[in-house]
């Protein structure tokens, strides 16, 4: 079995950073494309950024300039740096990677979600 964790999340003031960490783990022969998304209370899930496995990367509009997604795939593990945090920026993130197993079944995964808020 394959699993996603995140940690990172919490409350932050306006202006302020945090980073979102997501560790892959279990039966993993190869990881494709990770990335995060966010949920925000009665919104779609949204794509914040994604990074390829050849270090190719995307951001949402809104938060281009102000997010940077990494991944160190040493530790199997993707990042993303927040800073100038807004509060339209409170949600759950979650991560996502396309991954094969032992077996080379590719799938798509998800972690459990970080809440993140951004309030004074």
């Known amino acids: 079995q394959v699993q996603l964790v995140e940690s990172g999340g919490g409350l932050v003031q306006p202006g302020g950073s945090l980073r979102l960490s997501c560790a892959a783990s279990?039966?993993?022969?190869?990881?494709?494309?990770m990335g995060w998304y966010r949920q925000a209370p009665g919104k779609q899930r949204e794509l914040v950024a994604f990074?390829?496995?050849?270090?190719?990367?995307n951001y949402a509009d809104s938060v281009k300039g102000r997010f940077t997604i990494s991944r160190d795939n040493a530790k199997n593990t993707v990042y993303l740096q927040m800073n100038s945090l807004k509060p339209e920026d409170t949600a759950v993130y979650y991560c996502?990677?396309?991954?094969?197993?032992?077996?080379?079944?590719?799938?798509?995964?998800w972690g459990q979600g970080t809440q993140v808020t951004v309030s004074s």
């Open positions: 990074i390829t496995s050849s270090v190719r990367t």
């Open positions: 996502n990677a396309d991954i094969s197993n032992y077996y080379r079944v590719r799938g798509d995964y």
């Open positions: 279990g039966s993993i022969f190869s990881i494709y494309a």
